[in-house]
């Protein structure tokens, strides 16, 4: 094959490797608490240390690498998933497996930007919204493969292997990797930001930590006080570190660019309601539906089966018509998708409670995903295409780890009908809100060679002009 080609593959095999293991964890939480305990906590904390290293460092890895090369960067992601994979699956309690997710968290840091980085530096920006439409497609084929094989893994044989098949996936990469060769030499590289990077771990930490203990002991107690203080305030210490920084982790002139900053505005709000949906759903119906596992993945391939199957349509006519109609009417209709599951009730009734949702919930994001990724890596240098990357990512990974810590205080402890009816309604309107900041925001920008489709058209260099 040819190295567009290959640089393709490869990009969407490490990003199915990461969403893999999202779309499995899911299925598993209920059948994991039943054999480590530690109830509604300990599910939240085994989705949200992943992603709360996930978050906080994958910045740090997108500088990482643009400055190191990223080839390089993804190899060394993909040793280190492997490797805390095999430590998940092996996990004898609660806490041990707390820390093995938030390592593994630390290694996915390393691939999904660099994946993204190595589209948009081999193709140019005409062929981008297709190849992004393409790797959006088949990465998220990840969610319609996982919840098949974690639940029944689940049900059949064991909760830990839903880690441990990740090492297949990890191999194919690595093999693929190799007639890629190694980076080109950069003497000039910038320095890392680590003083930038401890502040964002500190901060969003202690504020996670705040919001997922608060449930069990109260927001006076000094366990709970105290790191929210210190993480709101490290969190404001990194912003201003970041606008004085020589060599900053988060670039903030980024955000110059019109579509990069509204962009990740929305992908704030979506990405929340995204992770929050599907992070209760799965729960629920488990727990108060009293589905098995395998059949509650099912239950949720709908969307999945729905974004594979469009969301590379979708994504050629982001790149055709722009991307601000799909960013405002998907989102909406996700929204939809989920106010048509507040039929659910005891018992649960699939067909005619759920699966309409579902469906609709499937449509709207197979609108919004790969116009959204296009419209933002669109406004950034492709020399930058790996912090960029990086940014939106963390962005997304940020707002679906709040939104989960956060559950407790939706559902008020408990996640029974009531507690779903009132995760659905805060979804839609994140979704609702994602869509109004993509109308008011987002502007139309048009491939090299073609006529202007606004104002704010691409300039000649293919960015956005601020």
């Known amino acids: ?93 609660g806490a041990v497996l707390v820390v093995a997710r938030a390592f593994q968290g630390a290694a996915g840091a390393l691939l999904v930007p660099s994946s993204l980085a190595l589209i948009i530096a081999n193709f140019p920006q005409a062929d981008q919204g297709r190849a992004i439409g393409r790797w959006t497609a088949w990465t998220t084929s990840a969610f319609l493969i996982g919840p098949i094989l974690g ?16 090492v297949l996936p990890i191999a194919v990469a690595l093999v693929m990797l190799h007639p890629l060769g190694r980076d080109e030499p950069q003497p000039d590289r ?34 709970v006080f105290v790191p929210a203080v210190v993480g709101v305030v490290s969190l404001v210490a990194f912003v201003l570190w970041e606008r004085r920084a020589p060599t900053p982790m988060l670039p903030l002139s980024l955000f110059r660019a019109r579509n990069f900053a509204a962009g990740n505005l929305a992908t704030w709000f979506i990405y929340a309601a995204f992770m929050l949906g599907l992070f209760a759903l799965p729960i629920f119906l488990q ?20 974004l594979v199957i469009l969301g590379s349509w979708f994504g050629t006519l982001g790149g055709r018509f722009g991307p601000r109609l799909f960013m405002t009417v998907g989102p909406m209709v996700v929204g939809v998708g989920y106010l048509l599951t507040l039929l659910v009730d005891v018992p649960v009734e699939y067909w005619w409670q759920v699966f309409p949702g579902m469906l609709v919930v499937g449509l709207g994001m197979a609108m919004t995903v790969a116009p959204l990724t296009a ?39 408990e996640l029974d009908v009531a507690g779903y009816h009132r995760v659905a309604m805060v979804t839609a309107v994140l979704l609702l809100v994602g869509g109004v900041v993509s109308w008011i925001g987002i502007r139309n920008t048009s491939p090299p060679g073609q006529p202007s489709t606004s104002a704010d058209a691409a300039s000649p260099e293919g960015r956005p002009r601020s």
């Open 151 to 166: 639940g029944a893994f689940v049900d059949l044989v064991s909760w830990r292997l839903v880690f441990a098949i990740n």
């Open 375 to 413: 419209a933002i890596l669109g406004a950034v240098d492709p020399s930058r295409a790996g912090i960029g990357s990086a940014v939106n990512n963390a962005v997304a990974r940020i707002a679906g780890l709040v939104s989960v810590a956060s559950i407790g205080v939706i559902v008020a402890g």
């Open 287 to 306: 727990e108060v539906g009293g589905f098995p596992a395998t059949l509650a993945g099912l239950a949720t391939l709908p969307p999945t089966a729905m």
């Open 1 to 93: 094959m040819d190295r567009r080609t290959r640089v393709l593959v490869i990009a969407i095999v490490v990003a199915f490797i990461a969403f893999l293991d999202g779309a499995v964890i899911n299925i598993a939480l209920p059948a994991i608490e039943a054999d480590l305990g530690g109830g509604l906590t300990l599910q939240q904390w085994a989705v949200d240390a992943y992603l709360l290293t996930l978050g906080s460092l994958i910045l740090l890895a997108g500088s990482l690498s643009d400055s190191f090369g990223r080839l390089r960067i993804l190899r060394i992601g993909l040793l280190g998933f492997g490797l805390t994979s095999i430590a998940c699956a092996i996990a004898l309690d």
């Open 190 to 223: 910038a320095p890392v930001d680590w003083l930038g990077a401890a502040l964002g771990v500190v901060g969003l930490g202690g504020t996670v930590f705040a919001l997922i203990e608060q449930g069990r002991l109260g927001w006076a107690d000094p366990l």
